[in-house]
């Protein structure tokens, strides 16, 4: 499994935006 910093960074700002707004 290969993926790039940007590609991860955009994961984990995804994974917070919908941890904080509630919805997963």
């Known amino acids: 499994m ?3 910093l940007q590609e ?3 994961f ?3 994974c917070y ?3 904080d ?3 997963i």
């Open 2 to 4: 290969s993926i790039s």
């Open 8 to 10: 991860g960074n955009q």
């Open 12 to 14: 984990w700002i995804w």
């Open 17 to 19: 935006v919908k941890g």
């Open 21 to 23: 707004s509630g919805v």
